[in-house]
């Protein structure tokens, strides 16, 4: 079964789990104690106003309930994150990114976790 995530809780648990990034998106996945196959979308105010937002998280909605039934991982949570290449990019590009991520997930790969930036409150003086 496929539902979905709504407690901020989950979302920040799942960002301890690998990461997969592509130009639109990153696939954030983790193991979620049998509690079947679960996805969350996250787009910030970053990508854009509200219309941009509603329409990439409408496209990442469709991409997942296509592609997890078959392809998700097992008793995982998936959380999307958007990027603002995401927004422009062909559907079907978007949906073989997906799919070459959830293969890397499966195959226990994430991207290194060096290109990462410090948050704000984090920064070294």
Do not use: C, W
Not at 42 to 60: D, E, L
Not at 83 to 107: F, N, P, Q, S, W
């Amino acid at each position: 079964m496929i539902s979905v995530l709504t407690k901020r809780a989950d979302f920040l648990a799942a960002n301890s789990g690998l990461r997969n990034a592509r130009t639109g998106f990153v696939l954030l996945t983790r193991p979620n104690d049998g509690q079947g196959i679960r996805y969350g979308i996250t787009v910030t105010k970053k990508i854009g106003n509200a219309v941009v937002r509603n329409r990439m998280k409408r496209r990442f909605r469709e991409l997942l309930r296509a592609a997890l039934p078959t392809q998700g991982l097992p008793d995982h949570d998936h959380v999307l994150i958007g990027r603002a290449g995401g927004v422009e990019r062909d559907y079907h590009t978007m949906a073989e990114e997906l799919d070459k991520a959830l293969e890397r997930a499966r195959e226990g790969k994430g991207d290194p976790a060096g290109g990462r930036r410090p948050r704000k409150g984090n920064r070294r003086r």
